[in-house]
């Protein structure tokens, strides 16, 4: 017989080792009085479903951060801050290089002088280069400005590559109501908005602008005010059950 046929050739086993002998079966469970009295018999378990885990931003480090302060979330403004910059970059970048590419010189020279050509043509290219270093200087200063959420504290930075690096920070006590602003078609469908945070000092308060998706930071800070008013009040509770000691 060839290699061929002996591939296809499936070894015959006997009875006794494909099934078991009745002594050395495992002994079958009861069934349920239902299915003894002729009724249903009971559903197979589904299997277990697996929830998610929830990001974790623990090992998240940013200058200025405190002994003991974890970073519970973080994000930067919604892309649509992007969106004037890059309509921008099709009317100041994309028309006059399709006027330079494909309106043919001799037409743009029966109407204006040489000189006056190179004049226009070194100015558009200036105006040219000047938006696209604005422009991808403006992209960069997005990903620098960050909002970031710790169990301390919510800190606002505002840093530009160049000459600009603002900080500012709220204190989890110190929030005192929240509210969410979400007004117009683009908001509502593209998921962004405005959170304002109201202060307990003076009644001031603090607006976050183009928030993606702001109802998650919005229960992210009450969570975290709730965490940080509850071990506050452990903490509390323990010194005040600690011993007094006293000093002569």
């Not at 970059?89 to 399709?98: E, Q």
């Not at 043509?121 to 997005?142: E, S, V």
């Not at 400005?145 to 204190?171: G, M, Y």
């Amino acid at each position: 017989m060839s290699s061929l046929d002996e591939n296809f050739v499936t070894p015959v086993r006997s009875l006794d080792e494909i099934e078991p002998a009745p002594s050395q079966q495992a002994p079958q469970p009861p069934q349920s009085a239902q299915s003894q009295n002729g009724g249903l018999s009971p559903t197979p378990r589904s299997p277990e479903f697996h929830v998610l885990p929830e990001i974790d931003n623990t090992n998240r480090n940013f200058k200025g951060q405190q002994r003991n302060e974890v970073v519970h979330s973080f994000c930067r403004k919604h892309w649509i801050v992007l969106v004037p910059y890059f309509i921008g970059a099709i009317f100041f970048i994309g028309l006059p290089l399709v006027f330079l590419l494909f309106v043919p010189r001799d037409t743009i020279l029966s109407l204006v002088s040489p000189l006056t050509y190179r004049i226009i043509a070194g100015l558009i290219f200036i105006g040219m280069t000047y938006y696209f270093h604005r422009l991808f200087l403006r992209f960069f200063n997005y990903y620098l400005q960050v909002l970031i959420i710790t169990n301390f504290r919510v800190v606002q930075l505002d840093q530009t590559l160049f000459f600009n690096r603002n900080r500012d920070s709220i204190d989890i006590p110190e929030i005192q109501d929240m509210v969410i602003q979400q007004s117009g078609i683009f908001k509502t469908i593209l998921n962004y908005g405005e959170l304002t945070i109201t202060l307990s000092s003076a009644h001031a308060s603090k607006s976050l602008t183009c928030v993606p998706n702001p109802e998650y930071f919005f229960r992210k800070i009450n969570k975290t005010k709730r965490e940080y008013i509850t071990s506050r009040r452990m903490a509390k509770g323990i010194e005040e059950k600690l011993p007094m000691t006293k000093f002569q």
